[in-house]
């Protein structure tokens, strides 16, 4: 009879401490909706206290690219041959256009480009080598500018098919035996 009793007082006290959980957690769900709402409503910007302050660029502060194409479709080539490309491209800007940085999407391709500022209306270049040695199917390496531009990335890409070696076709590494 005692066990009994005792059961039944703490069945009573885990429900009233859930209970009382249960209604902390509601009291603090409704807070946060009512301060969701004021936030919702208010024209108020909130700035984080570790935002940074961006402007717009100025485009007389900027160069701008025109490139005569953004694309190279090399077509069908056997593995292991390299193809190179260059895209010529004017400044259109107000300013001197400088790039930065060039990197490639791949080990397989190597960028080479127009190293001095290029003053509006002066044309500059972006080479682009691709080696197709242990590649095979569709290939489209791209290599990423960085620049003084807005946007201040921009991607030129080249595109093809590789086909690959036959095995067996290699030249004899040593001696031939008779």
């Not at 401490?17 to 946060?32: E, N, P, V």
């Not at 960085?146 to 946007?151: F, G, I, L, R």
Request: aromatic share 6%.
């Amino acid at each position: 009879m005692k066990i009994k009793l005792l059961s039944a007082f703490a069945l009573a006290l885990v429900l009233a401490s859930s209970c009382a959980q249960k209604d902390d957690q509601a009291a603090k769900i409704k807070a946060l909706e009512d301060k969701i709402a004021q936030l919702e409503t208010s024209n108020t910007a909130v700035t984080p206290v570790n935002a940074q302050s961006t402007t717009t660029a100025d485009p007389s502060t900027l160069g701008q690219f025109e490139f005569a194409e953004m694309e190279y479709d090399f077509g069908t080539i056997n593995e292991g041959k390299v193809v190179e490309h260059i895209f010529n491209f004017t400044n259109n800007g107000q300013a001197p256009l400088v790039i930065s940085n060039i990197t490639a999407s791949c080990g397989c391709t190597s960028p080479d480009w127009t190293k001095s500022p290029i003053n509006p209306g002066e044309k500059g270049f972006v080479k682009v080598v691709f080696n197709s040695t242990a590649k095979s199917g569709a290939q489209a390496p791209t290599v990423t500018i960085q620049a003084n531009t807005n946007p201040t990335v921009t991607r030129l890409r080249m595109k093809g098919s590789v086909t690959p070696k036959l095995a067996g076709a290699e030249a004899p590494a040593g001696p031939l035996k008779r």
